[in-house]
C-alpha cells in the first residue's frame, strides 16, 4: 500500500526545535518531489516547504524561511522537516505530501506541534 | 502571492440535489505550454487528511464518483457535486500549484439541509 506516516509532532515551549518525519512505503519518494503543508485545527490548509526528488534543491513559505529546513533521505525513503525558533503560531497538524505532475496525490495522515509554555 | 477566493463560505444541499463551490484565482494558474491548469480539488472530512477529487481543473481521481466534475481555466473554477450523497458532506478546497508560494482557497463547507 503507498502511503506516508509522519512522526515527531510534541509539545515544544516557544523558541525550541523540533524534527519532523515523513515515512514512506509503497513507493520510492526518489522519483517525486516531497512537501510539507500545515494546517491549524478548524482552519484551512497552508503550503510549508518544498524539496526536489534529489534533495539538491528547496524552498518554503516566507512564514517560515530561516527557521525550517526541509531535508530528505531517499535511501531511508524519509522526509524531514526541521523546525527551528518555533513560535505559537506554529502550532498545527504538519502533513507530509507526494507531489505528482504538480497536484498532491498522496497526503499522510498527519502529526501535531504545538508551541506553548 | 496567488490568492484562491472560494465561494460560498459553506452551504447546505438537500440529500440528491446539486452542490457548486466556485474558486477564483488572482493570476491565470494555466500554463499555456501545455495547457494544462494547475488546479486541484480536495475533500476532507473531519480528522481525517485531505483526498485529492479533481487535477488540472478537470481530470477525476481514479475511484472518486463520478458525480464529482471539474471546470473552469485559467482563473475560474468550479466544482460540481451532481446529486450529493450523505458521505459528501466535507470542507472542499481549491489549490493552485502555478507558483510558490502554493495557495489554497479558504475551503467550503458542505453540509445536508
Known amino acids: 500500500e503507498v502511503q506516508l506516516v509522519e512522526s515527531g509532532g510534541d509539545l515544544v515551549q516557544p523558541g525550541g526545535s523540533l524534527r519532523l518525519s515523513c515515512a514512506a512505503s509503497?513507493?520510492?519518494?526518489?522519483?517525486?518531489?516531497m512537501h510539507w503543508v500545515r494546517q491549524v485545527p478548524g482552519k484551512g490548509l497552508v503550503w510549508v516547504s518544498r524539496i526536489k526528488d534529489d534533495g539538491t534543491y528547496g524552498d518554503s513559505a516566507d512564514s517560515v524561511k530561516g527557521r525550517f529546513s526541509i531535508s530528505r533521505d531517499n535511501a531511508k525513503n524519509t522526509l524531514y522537516l526541521q523546525m527551528n525558533s518555533l513560535r505559537a503560531e506554529d502550532t498545527a497538524v504538519y502533513y507530509c505530501a507526494r507531489d505528482q505532475r504538480r497536484t498532491f496525490d498522496i497526503w499522510g495522515r498527519g502529526t501535531m506541534v504545538t508551541v506553548s509554555s | 502571492d496567488i490568492v484562491m477566493t472560494q465561494s460560498p463560505d459553506s452551504l447546505a444541499v438537500s440529500l440528491g440535489e446539486r452542490a457548486t463551490i466556485n474558486c477564483k484565482s488572482s493570476?491565470?494558474?494555466?500554463?499555456?505550454?501545455?495547457?494544462?491548469?494547475?488546479l486541484t480539488w480536495y475533500q476532507q472530512k473531519p480528522g481525517q487528511p485531505p483526498k485529492r477529487l479533481i487535477y488540472?481543473?478537470?481530470t477525476r481521481e481514479s475511484g472518486v464518483p463520478d458525480r464529482f466534475s471539474g471546470s473552469g481555466s485559467g482563473t475560474d473554477f468550479t466544482l460540481t457535486i451532481s446529486s450529493l450523497q450523505a458521505e459528501d458532506v466535507a470542507v472542499y478546497y481549491c489549490h493552485q500549484f502555478y507558483s510558490v508560494p502554493l495557495t489554497f482557497g479558504g475551503g467550503t463547507k458542505v453540509e445536508l439541509k
Open positions: 493570476q491565470s494558474v494555466l500554463d499555456s505550454s501545455n495547457n494544462e491548469n494547475y
Open positions: 509503497g513507493f520510492s519518494i526518489t522519483n517525486y518531489w
Open positions: 488540472w481543473a478537470s
